[in-house]
């Protein structure tokens, strides 16, 4: 019964339009009427409770310096960098947008601000160069969500939040994902183009790639210093978003000078309007997160996945096929929150390690950014392209295949992200 009042209600109160947040926060006031404990003060001290961390406090630090790159040059450079080193190669702008896709993951950890970023940039370029506005638009959308798995992940930092599990560690554990799904990029876009008749671009000298490299080494440096300073304990993810929000910010007004001063104040209320939304969100899930546990939904699901517990790459796949249901409904951040207290103790009582859990969480969810209806990603990059969404999906579907197929090779072979996740651990 509790759990069908807990999805009646969310799922009405989503049909009728109600945003995540305060729909959330109905799940919450109907699970207290039914377990006859509603008290409006529980509501409120939950609330200030799930915005008072300090693990989330890295989420506007990191919005923020994303902001900063996109405006201050930094994204600009590392585009620039790719297209000098590949980009004379055939189907080249396709392999500059997946290598600038992950510098830039590495840089921002933002889906939605890379992928219009860079399909601002490249998307016209690739159809100048005489490929397809749909499969240019589709792959510049599927590198897109390779920002939530490479560190610094918002993604990660919200399951770490939600879970209790180790940012640092699902950060480094990220790693070897991220760059498999780009890989799987570079597979499918090779694939997809070898027919195509497009005029290959004339190669660069090496005294232009050694510029590129030399004027975009300011950009480059930032996600050493943070992987850096993670591996060995130098600053934890928070002080590591204040460190890259000042670094971007030193960079774009004093090395590149293309942020002034006079757009910083404009820059972070950007940052700032963003951010508040995803700590809405954030304290909302808390409270009912608080109610699931009394209510004890997790030891309900647990005993219908009970079967499957001796089973964990089984349970693995269930649990990765609803997740991918719930991704085509709903956006990333409150898929994490809802689903991932529910799910967790759960896939603890099977013996899976929760960081490569929560990699594939984030994996899946991130795959989610792409999936119609809600897809945000596809949304966003269809807008800022000029597609209509038959042509966008009809682009895109290649990359997303070749990305469910990495989440498949890792719930099969959990050794490729275990045992380099362990390497990275020390």
Known sequence: ?????????????????????????????????QLDLFDSQIIAQNLLNGADSFPLMAVPFFMLAGEIMNAGGLSKRIVTIAMTLVGHKRGGLGYVAIIASCLLASLSGSAVADAAALAALLVPMMVTAGHS????????????????????????????????????????????????LGAALAIAWWYTTRTEDVPVQEKRSRKEI?????????ALGLPFIIIFGLKFGIFTPTEAAVVAAVYALFVATVIYRELKLSQVFEVIVTAAKTTSGVMLLVAAAMVSAWLVTIADLPGQLASVLEPFMEHPTILLLIVMAVIVAVG????????????????????????????????????????????PPVGTVLNVVCAVS??????????????????????????????????????FHG
């Open 133 to 180: 506005r749909g499969r240019s638009a589709g792959l510049i959308a599927a590198g897109g969500i390779i920002a939530p798995v490479i560190p610094p992940s918002i993604g990660f930092i919200i399951f770490g939040v939600a879970s209790g599990v180790s940012i640092s560690k699902l950060f480094l554990a990220g790693i070897v994902p991220g760059i498999m």
């Open 210 to 218: 050694l510029h590129a490299l030399v004027d975009g080494s300011w």
């Open 328 to 371: 085509m409904v709903m956006d990333m951040t409150p898929a994490i929150l809802i689903l991932t207290p529910v799910l967790l103790p759960a896939i603890k009582q099977a013996g899976i390690d929760p960081v490569y859990f929560g990699v594939l969480f984030i994996l899946n969810t991130s795959i989610g950014l792409l999936t």
């Open 1 to 33: 019964m509790t759990l069908t009042i807990f999805l009646g209600t969310l799922l009405g109160s989503m049909a009728i339009g109600i945003p995540i947040a305060f729909a959330l926060l109905l799940v919450s006031v109907a699970l207290m009427f």
């Open 386 to 423: 000029k597609l209509r969404m038959e042509e966008m999906v009809r682009g895109v579907w290649p990359f997303l295949l070749a990305q469910i197929l990495v989440l498949l090779l890792l719930i099969l072979f959990p050794g490729l992200v275990t045992i380099p996740m362990h390497f």
